[in-house]
Structures are given as structure tokens and as C-alpha cells.
């Protein structure tokens, strides 16, 4: 396969980083559906990733502009770890994955797209969510969208 057509990456391919964090952009907005901002908790929130590497990848993030855990206060890491758990619990409950990959990336080497503010991956996984395409097409096919994904998720949430 030569081409997909996938236009809904061309924001990623276009976003040029701005001089504030985009993290803390989405934390001081009241525009949640827009932004696709699951919960809030007292230290931290969730948010569904606008690039997301399977169905109901969600960031859960600490409210504080840090890049590394031990930054944390005791209240923001179990407020962090609480909202987490709860967020893989939502999930397993809509969505019904087989399993999930939970993971930190520290500093740009590490993989952080944004080094200076922490965040949780949460990414649901399915038996057959890989196949072929990553493999020979080096692409990642999204069935759903994340419209669709956001009132799923929020439908009936706590």
C-alpha cells in the first residue's frame, strides 16, 4: 500500500510547539469536551491523546508543571496513581480491552514528546490491535474516533 488517507494526523504533522506547555493550556481551560478532558481530580487530570497509538489512549497528568516523579509531593503522586487506577478501571469497564500498557517517558531521550511535564500512558490493547500495517505499512490504523471514544468514556462516569 502506497497511501493512507488520513487527514486527521495533519494537525500532528503541522504543530509547531508554542511557548507555553500544551499541557498546562488544556489544565487552565474550562473547554473540557473540546479538549477531551475525561476527570479532574484535586492534583491531576485525565485527557484522551490527540495522537493516540490505539483506541482510548488517554494521558493522565499531574496539575503541576513538573517533568520526574520524585517532583512530586506525596498528595499529587497518590492523587496521580488514584486517578490513574481509576482511568484504567473506566476504561476496562467501556471498553473492554484484553490488556494495557501503562508507561513513563523521562526527558526527550527517553522518548517525552513533552520533557517538562509528566505524564501517564494509558493504552488500551486488544488481541489483533497489531498487525500487518505497523509492521510493513509503518502505520497505525485507528478504528474509532475520538469523538466517539470521548462519550463513550464519559457516558455515565462518576
Not at 84 to 98: A, N
Amino acid at each position: 500500500m502506497d497511501k493512507l488517507w488520513a487527514p486527521w494526523r495533519r494537525g500532528y504533522i503541522l504543530h509547531k510547539p508554542g511557548r507555553t506547555c500544551f499541557i498546562c493550556r488544556i489544565k487552565k481551560s474550562s473547554q473540557d469536551s473540546k479538549l477531551f478532558v475525561l476527570k479532574r481530580s484535586r492534583n491531576s487530570f485525565a485527557v484522551l491523546n490527540r495522537f493516540p497509538y490505539n483506541n482510548g489512549h488517554v494521558m493522565v497528568i499531574p496539575n503541576r508543571h513538573v517533568g520526574t516523579l520524585e517532583k512530586l509531593s506525596q498528595s499529587e503522586l497518590i492523587d496521580l496513581v488514584h486517578l490513574t487506577t481509576w482511568m484504567m478501571s473506566r476504561l476496562q469497564k467501556v471498553m473492554k480491552p484484553r490488556g494495557m500498557n501503562l508507561g513513563i517517558n523521562f526527558g526527550r531521550i527517553g522518548g517525552a514528546g513533552v520533557p517538562g511535564h509528566l505524564h501517564i500512558h494509558v493504552v488500551p490493547r486488544w488481541s489483533g490491535d497489531t498487525n500487518f500495517m505497523p509492521v510493513i505499512g509503518n502505520t497505525k490504523v485507528i478504528s474509532e474516533s475520538l469523538q466517539s471514544v470521548y462519550r463513550r468514556l464519559k457516558r455515565n462516569s462518576p
